[in-house]
């Protein structure tokens, strides 16, 4: 890459996956950005907002700023106490996939010469080199996929929630708020015209 370089810390060697694992890792970053497709489409889902703005909107959010949009939008959304907790509980799944996908993607590619485990040092966000806690292997690459399976599977169902709710409003002429919060969530209420002349 042109305009790019790093220095590895000597002595180095490859980390010594094998191609099943490399395998694995492919499915693991294909899946997050399955569920982080997934997790864009939910606001834009639960506000009405057209899909060419609303991507543009959430184009640099990781996966935890997308999570924290829809709980905190949860409230005003929702009526249903039952996909509340559904929602939660995926975005739970949702955020432990993440964090150990950040690992892995990042990594592992090179490792200390001495260290025969496979994968021990990975990239960071800023082009540094830092040490792994754990080794990396194939029985944690396949427990990781299996994270990541789990929390598509999760918020995919909750995007299916939200599509019906929000398209059920809509064919009744409703708001896609809740009509019953749907003044306090604008954050005023609005004045009569009565009052209006008054003041």
Request: aromatic fraction near 8%; proline fraction near 7%; glycine fraction near 6%.
């Amino acid at each position: 890459m042109q305009g790019f370089s790093m220095r590895l810390p000597l002595p180095m060697r490859k980390s010594g996956l094998k191609s099943a694992e490399y395998k694995l890792i492919g499915e693991i970053i294909v899946l997050s950005g399955m569920i982080e497709d997934t997790l864009k489409r939910i606001p834009l889902e639960m506000f009405r907002v057209d899909y060419i703005p609303g991507i543009a909107m959430t184009a640099h959010l990781s996966q935890p700023a997308l999570c924290d949009i829809i709980l905190s939008s949860l409230d005003y959304f929702l009526d249903s106490e039952e996909l509340c907790l559904e929602v939660e509980a995926a975005v739970k799944l949702v955020k432990a996939a993440y964090a150990e996908r950040n690992i892995i993607a990042h990594g592992p590619f090179w490792v200390p010469v001495h260290d025969r485990e496979p994968g021990a040092v990975r990239f960071t966000a800023r082009g540094k080199l830092k040490e792994a806690d754990n080794p990396f292997d194939r029985a944690r690459f396949e427990t990781v996929l299996e994270m990541h399976i789990k929390a598509w599977d999760a918020i995919t169902d909750c995007y299916v929630g939200m599509f019906f709710v929000s398209h059920e409003r809509e064919e009744q002429g409703l708001p896609p708020l809740r009509p019953d919060v749907k003044q306090r969530a604008n954050g005023f209420v609005p004045m009569e015209p009565d009052d209006e002349e008054e003041g």
